[in-house]
């Protein structure tokens, strides 16, 4: 059954550092979303992605972060400048287009740490 | 702004207890609604999706409805398996009238279920 994955599982860096998440979605989905999930609070959406553009994004989605689909199967997140509060799990998910092709499916997950 | 709460925060059941999870949402204009499952540490796996037009939907043991007018829905477990202890995550896609719909997901905190062998 096709899937979401995400590299790398997990990731550690200093404070100001830029990182990125990478995932590669189902290959015949169209959008694109990140989610990120603090320790022990709810899961939250940052950022939708349709069509080479954002479409969709909330108030967490600042100037430090950055969407890209870099190729026909790569979506990744990147983080500028890294600050501690950034430390999370961080989801990428996609769905398909038409009919009944609403349900978002997952990724297994980034574990960010941020020193 | 879409909220949703899901009660209990945690429950301990026997095997094979037959059990109802709550979800509650605070505005009614949803596209849709979708059920998953999050084990300690892993991703979220799909469990099932309602549509808006929809009052129920059911996979397996699982059975979820939705009613819009009192911003709820319930997720339906039945013969409760240890290898149903998870946390279960309920999430809200609220529709945009002018669009066809947010793109975002809104998650409640999740119930953490234990079923007890």
């Known amino acids: 059954e096709p899937e979401v994955t995400q590299t790398p599982s997990h990731q550690v860096t200093q404070m100001g550092q830029e990182v990125i998440l990478r995932c590669v979605p189902i290959s015949n989905h169209l959008y694109f979303y990140w989610y990120r999930q603090i320790l022990g609070q709810k899961v939250e959406f940052l950022v939708s992605f349709y069509n080479n553009e954002i479409s969709e994004k909330s108030e967490i989605f600042d100037d430090q972060f950055s969407v890209e689909r870099p190729d026909g199967s790569n979506f990744t997140l990147k983080i500028r400048s890294t600050k501690l509060e950034d430390s999370a799990m961080y989801f990428c998910?996609?769905?398909?287009?038409?009919?009944?092709?609403?349900?978002?499916?997952f990724g297994p997950g980034t574990r960010l740490t941020v020193l | 702004k879409q909220e949703v709460t899901q009660i209990p925060a945690a429950l301990s059941v026997p095997e094979g207890e037959n059990l109802v999870l709550n979800c509650s949402f605070t505005?009614?204009?949803?596209?849709?609604l979708q059920w998953f499952r999050q084990d300690p540490g892993k991703g979220l796996t799909s469990l099932l999706l309602i549509q808006s037009s929809q009052r129920e939907q059911t996979s397996g043991r699982l059975n979820a409805s939705l009613d819009k007018s009192s911003g709820r829905s319930t997720l339906y477990i039945a013969a409760s398996q240890p290898g149903d202890s998870a946390t279960y995550l309920c999430a809200a896609r609220t529709r945009v009238l002018t669009q066809g719909g947010s793109e975002k997901l809104v998650f409640g905190k999740g119930t953490k279920l234990t079923v007890n062998p």
């Open positions: 998910a996609s769905r398909g287009t038409g009919g009944n092709y609403n349900e978002q499916f």
């Open positions: 505005d009614s204009a949803i596209y849709n």
